[in-house]
């Protein structure tokens, strides 16, 4: 099963390394890491560099397809040459996933049309704008697109979508595996939960970036 992780200059580094962790780890699993072009891509902060092997012309028909985040995707909502491929990538993939503001790209692509939907929760309210219906849930499956909340729950996205792949048992030794047992020191992790100085913190950081 060939697994096409989209990436680009100012992508969030977990968005696309955590579900990466999981899906590498399914049995007959291929990983691609495909760009509009093949090369290095810095992430959100710079300081980290991702290779892509693979330009969007090398692989035309992915199973899966999984879209990250951060604000170097808001460039991707308007480059054809990205939505084209992702619109044809998804007629035939098997599922069509994203992550984080990742889910605006497969917005801006027509695929989010009539579906329920997710992304960062400062950015939920933009997802009406492409005819999703916007769920604040941590990940939201609706036929063969699943998307993800913010950043880390692209761990989460990735479990489920292997489960629907492998199975329970598999998914779940994956996740014992990577060791996925999340305590954090604080219950932040929501807007529901974060008080109201901590959410403008966020909200008045640094333009363009969620998290």
């Given at each position: 099963m060939?697994?096409?992780?989209?990436?680009?200059?100012?992508?969030?580094?977990?968005?696309?390394?955590?579900?990466y962790?999981?899906?590498s780890?399914?049995?007959?699993?291929?990983l691609?890491?495909?760009?509009?072009?093949?090369?290095?891509?810095?992430?959100?902060?710079?300081?980290?560099?991702?290779?892509?092997?693979?330009?969007?012309?090398?692989l035309?028909?992915?199973?899966?397809?999984?879209v990250?985040?951060?604000?170097?995707s808001?460039?991707?909502m308007?480059?054809p040459?990205?939505?084209?491929?992702?619109?044809?990538?998804?007629e035939?993939?098997?599922?069509?996933?994203?992550?984080?503001?990742?889910?605006?790209?497969?917005?801006?692509?027509?695929?989010?049309?009539?579906?329920?939907?997710?992304?960062?929760?400062?950015?939920l309210?933009h997802?009406?704008?492409?005819?999703?219906?916007?769920?604040a849930?941590r990940v939201?499956?609706?036929?063969?697109?699943?998307t993800?909340a913010?950043?880390?729950?692209g761990?989460?996205?990735?479990?489920?979508?292997?489960?629907?792949?492998?199975?329970?048992?598999?998914?779940?030794?994956?996740?014992?595996?990577i060791?996925?047992?999340?305590?954090?020191?604080?219950?932040?992790g929501?807007?529901?939960?974060a008080?109201?100085?901590?959410i403008?913190?966020?909200?008045?950081?640094?333009?363009?970036?969620?998290?």
């Open positions: 060939q697994i096409a992780i989209l990436i680009f200059d100012g992508l969030t580094a977990l968005d696309a390394i955590g579900p962790e999981v899906l780890r399914l049995p007959g699993a291929e691609r890491i495909v760009a509009k072009e093949a090369g290095l891509k810095r992430t959100d902060t710079g300081a980290l560099g991702m290779k892509a092997d693979l330009a969007l012309d090398d035309e028909a992915p199973e899966v397809v999984l990250p985040g951060g604000k170097g808001r460039p991707l308007r480059d040459e990205v939505l084209e491929w992702l619109r044809s990538a998804h035939s993939s098997t599922w069509t996933t994203s992550v984080c503001t990742g889910a605006l790209v497969l917005g801006a692509a027509g695929i989010l049309d009539g579906k329920r939907a997710t992304t960062h929760w400062a950015f309210d997802l009406s704008e492409f005819g999703a219906e916007p769920v849930e939201v499956e609706d036929g063969k697109v699943i993800a913010g950043v880390s729950a761990i989460d996205m990735a479990l489920t979508l292997a489960a629907r792949i492998a199975g329970d048992k598999v998914a779940q030794a994956i996740q014992l595996g060791e996925y047992d999340p305590d954090p020191p604080f219950d932040a929501s807007p529901s939960k008080s109201s100085e901590v403008e913190m966020v909200r008045t950081a640094e333009p363009g970036r969620p998290s």
